[in-house]
Nanobody, 118 residues
Framework: QVQLVESGGGLVQSGGSLRLSCAAS????????MDWYRQVPGKQREFVAS???????SYDDSVKGRFTISRDNAKNTVYLQMNSLKPEDTAVYYC????????????WGQGTQVTVSS
């Protein structure tokens, strides 16, 4: 089966940095739009960042200028570099692969916890 495995989450202090990784198997990340979402208890999952097959990038305004999404085709891995972290960034972060040719086809990772202390 297709698998997306996130890693790199943890506990950091305000102003610190983390790099999240999303390692894919059974799909090539270069052929999908890859997204990062996040979710906190009691709230809906929200969009964070995306990168398309042609390297176009999008960010939510709340993270623009602080987060950077990237892709390494050789490693079949997508990254989210998070700098200047704030307590409000605390959430479970999820990786998503969206099919370019089939709108209904998407895969989700299991999530990784990011906690930013004040």
């Amino acid at each position: 089966q297709v698998q997306l495995v996130e890693s790199g989450g943890g506990l950091v202090q305000s102003g610190g940095s983390l790099r999240l990784s999303c390692a894919a198997s059974r799909i090539r990340v270069s052929a999908y739009t890859m997204d990062w979402y996040r979710q906190v208890p009691g709230k809906q999952r929200e969009f964070v960042a995306s990168i398309t097959t042609d390297y176009s990038k999008s960010y939510d305004d709340s993270v623009k200028g602080r987060f950077t999404i990237s892709r390494d085709n050789a490693k079949n891995t997508v990254y989210l570099q998070m700098n200047s972290l704030k307590p409000e960034d605390t959430a479970v972060y999820y990786c998503r692969a969206e099919s370019v040719v089939a709108t209904s086809l998407a895969y989700w990772g299991q999530g990784t916890q990011v906690t930013v202390s004040s």
